[in-house]
């Protein structure tokens, strides 16, 4: 497990599976100043990173569980969503 050294911050991204949220995991996973990313997202990411905490959590109507661990990091990346490649007109 990778330890933050000091300086480095510790970052969520909920929704990291997406396409939006893969980007903002990709570019935190490779930033020096990212000491630990923890994820929140419904399937497996299926790959894993020195740096990388994956928590599957599938109902994002109660998160109270998620209270304690999302206390321990410095930011968080929202990116959960549905994106459909088009934009409704209305």
């Known amino acids: 497990m990778n330890v ?3 300086g480095q911050k510790r970052l969520v991204i909920v929704g990291a599976t997406g396409m939006v949220g893969g980007y903002a995991l990709r570019y935190a996973l490779d930033h ?3 000491g630990r990313v923890t994820v929140i997202v419904r399937r497996k990411l299926g790959f894993s990173h020195s740096k990388l905490n994956e ?3 599938r109902n ?3 998160c109270s ?3 304690e661990l ?3 990091h410095d930011a968080a990346i929202f990116c959960l969503g549905a994106y459909t490649g ?3 007109e209305y």
Request: net charge negative.
């Open 4 to 6: 933050p050294t000091a």
């Open 32 to 34: 020096p100043s990212v």
């Open 55 to 57: 928590i599957l959590h």
């Open 60 to 62: 994002f109507a109660d």
């Open 65 to 67: 569980s998620l209270a």
């Open 70 to 72: 999302l206390s321990a």
């Open 86 to 88: 088009a934009v409704t």
